[in-house]
């Protein structure tokens, strides 16, 4: 299938034919109405064998019937006949469906071999279906609204491009639109993606000239990998992708071994996923439209210096408490802005940012649009937000509020920096308020304090990580990694420790010894004092079996240690591994795990109380170069140890990214047959960096 | 001022003089229209010197002039005026006021004075005055709407009464109860609190029978112990209060000695009240009145257990994230209940919880309530979440949607369990839908999953905690402390541990030794290792000076350790303090300090990077039992490592609270002397619980 073509056509229909049409039918009325209601311009048949007239029109007993084949078919017909319907299309030369029928891959065995087969045949006919089990879509651009479920007008036309994996939260997500006066480029309803996905959705949006911004609802994400391209494309083109992704709740699936495993749970991946992608991750379908209005509305926020007009002391500290929350920052006014502020304001106001003009712009209505003005040339600041309601009451003369609004338009508009606009409370936008935006051309206005700073928040960040964020990293170009013996079942630390050490990352120094002299020669060559640890194969966790000896101060200690060890251990031992004992720096813990999904994943964090009890890490998929990895280890919660709190010499940050980043790119280099290479741990002290410990799962 | 009946008096007047009307005045007009357009039934005099008509009525020239002694004067006169209308009033026998005119304490210095005038002329002559710098009150449960600024139709009357320290807030919170369909009992905007403060309206509230539940807006809490009086009589009269108090942003305003300063900012103080005293904490004002919403419709809930009943799997899986953040269970639905819903189900859907009857509802509009029906029976959950939106648009006839709702109502008045209906995303609650609600008495729809969630949450955590929070802990009964000597400066360690041992706080052995042999003698005693500190007067920090020695384990390191200690101490030493040392165990702050508002805060936390990095305590104000400590411990985060996590034996968590509770009850005891008590730290190894260190701050 060459989607992009086909999806293009898909939302471009000149002609409908609905199949199954029938007055018994919700969903085929409210089909039928939705594309009479919204201005579609072209022809819809209705196709029914069994009668003559559905919905008051003649109705067709096939797709053969009819006087023109078609460039949109949709499927309304009883779950085994629908592949007699897009045969039949096919026939006529048919390319695009929307098959609203559901019972395929979502009822179990039987219905997914169902969808297999429908699958298999739009491939072999190159068919574009959007569903089955789908409601499928409204291209307000175009006024196209093949839909099952009601379309209350008005139908806002708009920027945002809407996916949903979801049928029912269209309806939601097309309401809430609507009340806050965001217009919709395309919304689609996916149900089983048998044909057309997610990805080739976002893949069209990209290039539709209609689409700014992109809001998806999503479950499940089916192929990350694609879905990693098709974000990238749309970072490129500047178009950012606000997601609602459920499932936070769930649990990890995943249980490898040693502590990766528990810190890369399924949700954290997608969170590292859409992070490294610049997509917005959001946590309510509020939030979802909201942040997807004012990026369509607003385009990117230059920074994150708020300059704030209110006409509320208490909004005002309700901002300045959101702000924080945001990492927004509310600089104070250049002194000649509060010289030129003090003028106008009335005796008992002050100048300050967040700036309250007063209830007194009761008596003068023009107080908070020229404190405005005065704000907006602030050089400090980035960005203003203007506190401001539009009404929702129509008054018996609306002229002087129409002129108010047209002032404040021309104000906003001459305005040197971005204004956004944000009301007091989320409360839909009424008719007399979009009536005001018709005539005037007033900015959206963004919904209420509590998400419009969210928004603002997210429009800001993602306007400053756009750089950053998304670009496909080359894989490794380093030589492929040294291998010795066959990559299988586990290797522990020797093993583990000399892999690394041969591939450029840090290893504390070791000597294998065989026996006591040896094990004493190679301590009194590190110097006192040292550790002892069991060189075994298959050894997974040596101190549950007293194969670790530390703090060893003297020649009977090393001798001690290593007869100790070798009796514990027993046949499997080849002898101990004698290192110098570190003391003092800060121990990490750097993992890379298998996810089924997204490929090779790595983790950070800090070791002890930091990962065991507080799962504090940060992770990220591969590739990653050390500027990312840098951005990783500031995630941390306790990254201020390694700034050098609790009298710690200070990590050097730097290096520290670099070998880590090295440890991905080993982990890469290392393939298919890595399952996962945890260091653990990772010593840092100030430029000192050693892996003191390691062990490799293969997958075979 | 006896504050009761005042306050009773203000909100419910039967006449009213407007003093200072004018039709020049945009508050003069809201005003007028307000009291004519809501229903206000006794009459309204307009007051005003230079002009025969106002707003189209006569005016009178002063109060004096009025046909009768009016029961409540709006005052919107000059500033410099104010003081001579309640002159007048208070000789005409007139009690109650609201005073809109602003310039008195929120200008400075000047207005400060001018307020204190205000002030103590009401309480000589018994004036209840709300304001000055306010707009007034909103009665809605007797149409009493003395009001600056416009409030639309329609007054919603309910059981919401809203205390607001803002002005223009109070439109927003009017505004959107309105849109959600959320009556109130009374609405307060209370300006500079001169005279009424918002503790004298709560502590109306409780006593007012049109009120159910209380909604606060704060910017500050001026009289913190008056303020925790009427939030406990509130919660004896089953009242919740909910909520938002700002300046969540505000830096920590306290710099006491040691580490619980910095634990317990202004806010973190906040919090501990309200949690102690049963108060809903929420972040925006859409949750403000949704939660207050939600518990004035449907009172407290009796559990978490929610079973959950949508038309959408999407929005299932929203309510399924949503509910672990809030702490509230989904569980199994019971054999029986499975089969039920298998029963009507369509072929492709699942009786799970939460439960998602499938898009098969554009069928079978019954569908959903037959459900709810039978998971409302279901033994194993506490409360029904329904989810289903209200209609937006009125169909051309509405009758079969009337009686769906009919249906629906019986239904859910006949469910043995509560049914909570929730909306999925927070529109406004129009006309129709308001019809319908009116017409069949179909229940409150709470506003969107998002908020809809956050405010079940609340109303769970409010009906479960409502028992233990708030009761009035007698102060303690303990005798006394004994305190050795004049409680001023800085008490170091070894007066500070003496006064703690003395006064029943466990403490670890210590011997102060005042030469070599004397130190010697004490170790052997003990036992090696032991350690030695410096005993010195005003010694805060001794590990800063070499004042502390580990580890040693023989008469010479005691020694030595003596004598270095002595040296690096000087003249200031008293000797050494020689204690047993401590292997193993888990370290914890115990600190009390006094907040200027709230009196003496207990901070716990754990030991290093718990509380210096992540600032991990639990704060409550004085005084509290060990019940109340024993929950404070659960919420750190680092609660696991006391219950045993990484090896460590579990706590005994009883005794802990006791000795707690031990330390915040002597702290007490000191009382005003006490600026600062704390040890740390307290060394907890299973049932053994000892102050290793301890410093006390007096306040002279």
Same mark, same amino acid.
């Given at each position: ?484 013996? *066959? @990559?299988?079942?586990?290797?522990? #630390?020797?093993? $583990?420790? +000399?892999?690394?050490?041969?591939? &450029?990352? %840090? /290893? !504390? *120094? @070791?000597?294998?010894?065989?026996? #006591?002299?040896? $094990?004493? +020669?190679?301590?009194?060559?590190? &110097?006192? %004092? /040292? !550790? ?169």
């Amino acid at each position: 299938m060459t989607a992009g073509d086909g999806v293009r056509g898909l939302f471009a229909p000149a002609s409908i034919a609905m199949v199954g049409a029938t007055d018994k039918s919700g969903w085929s009325l409210n089909t039928f109405a939705n594309l009479r209601r919204h201005g579609f311009g072209g022809p819809v048949y209705l196709v029914n064998p069994r009668t003559e007239v559905v919905h008051g029109e003649r109705a067709y007993r096939s797709l053969s019937d009819l006087p023109e084949p078609v460039d949109l078919v949709y499927v309304m017909v009883p779950t085994p006949a629908v592949l007699d319907v897009l045969r039949e299309g096919a026939r006529l030369g048919i390319r695009h469906y929307v098959v609203l029928t559901a019972g395929f891959g979502e009822t179990g065995p039987e219905g997914r071999k169902r969808e297999e087969e429908l699958t298999a045949f739009c491939r072999d006919h190159d068919l574009t279906v959007l569903g089955p089990n789908g409601n499928g879509f409204i291209n307000a651009a175009n006024a196209t609204t093949p839909y099952g479920l009601p379309i209350p007008p008005p139908l806002l036309r708009g920027s945002v491009g809407v996916v949903l994996q979801s049928g029912a939260l269209a309806s939601s997500v097309l309401a809430f639109s609507q009340v806050r006066g965001i217009g919709l480029s395309l919304l689609t309803s996916m149900g089983n993606e048998a044909v057309v996905s997610v990805t080739d959705v976002i893949d069209h949006l990209v290039d539709d000239p209609a689409t700014s911004v992109i809001a998806l609802f999503l479950e499940s994400i089916r192929r990350p990998r694609e879905f990693a391209r098709v974000a990238r494309r749309a970072l490129a083109a500047g178009k950012p992708i606000v997601a609602l992704k459920i499932g936070r709740s769930g649990l990890a699936s995943r249980t490898a071994q040693a502590h990766t495993g528990a810190l890369v749970g399924d949700d954290a991946v997608i969170d590292a996923a859409f992070r490294q992608l610049g997509i917005v991750r959001v946590r309510s379908l509020e939030d979802l439209i909201i942040t997807a209005g004012l990026l369509a509305a607003y385009g990117p926020l230059p920074g994150p210096r708020l300059g704030v007009v209110t006409p509320s002391g208490g909004a005002s500290e309700i901002i300045a408490d959101r702000a924080e929350d945001e990492g927004l920052e509310l600089p104070p006014f250049a002194d000649r802005t509060v010289a030129r502020l003090t003028e106008i304001m009335p005796d008992f106001g002050s100048a300050a940012n967040p700036l309250d003009v007063t209830g007194y712009v009761v008596v003068d209505r023009t107080l908070l649009s020229r404190a405005l003005r005065i704000v907006a040339e602030d050089p400090g600041i980035d960005v203003v937000l203007l506190l401001s309601d539009l009404p929702r009451i129509e008054p018996p003369d609306p002229e002087p509020v129409f002129r108010l609004y047209e002032n404040s338009t021309r104000l906003i508009a001459e305005a040197p920096r971005p204004v956004v606009i944000v009301g007091n409370v989320l409360t839909d936008v009424g008719d007399f308020a979009r009536t005001i935006q018709e005539r005037t051309g007033y900015p959206h206005v963004v919904g209420g304090i509590e998400h419009g700073m969210a928004a603002i928040g997210a429009a800001v960040r993602w306007s400053r990580d756009r750089e950053s964020a998304g670009r496909t990293r080359a894989g490794s170009t380093a030589p492929a990694p040294v291998v010795r013996g *066959p @990559a299988t079942g586990v290797w522990a #630390e020797h093993r $583990a420790a +000399a892999l690394l050490a041969e591939n &450029g990352v %840090p /290893v !504390v *120094p @070791a000597e294998l010894a065989a026996d #006591e002299e040896a $094990a004493v +020669a190679a301590a009194e060559r590190f &110097g006192y %004092p /040292v !550790v002892l640890k069991a060189a075994a194969e298959g050894l997974g966790h040596k101190t549950d079996i007293g194969g670790v000896r530390l703090g060893l101060n003297s020649p009977g200690d090393v001798r001690r240690a290593h007869r100790e060890i070798r009796a514990a251990v027993g046949s499997a031992g080849l002898g101990t591994l004698v290192q110098p004992q570190r003391a003092g720096g800060i121990e990490l813990l750097v993992g890379v795990v298998r996810d089924a999904e997204w490929g090779l994943v790595l983790a950070v964090g800090l070791g002890g109380v930091w990962v065991e009890v507080l799962k504090d890490s940060a992770l990220r998929i591969l590739p990653v170069d050390a500027a990312e990895v840098r951005r990783a280890l500031g995630e941390l919660r306790g990254a201020k140890l390694l700034e050098g709190a609790r009298g710690t010499e200070p990590a050097d940050l730097d290096a520290l990214a670099t070998v880590i980043a090295r440890v991905g790119e080993l982990a890469e280099g290392l393939g298919d047959d890595l399952e996962s290479l945890e260091i653990n741990p990772l010593l840092v002290d100030g430029a000192r960096i050693e892996a003191l410990d390691a062990l490799i799962t293969w997958r075979t």
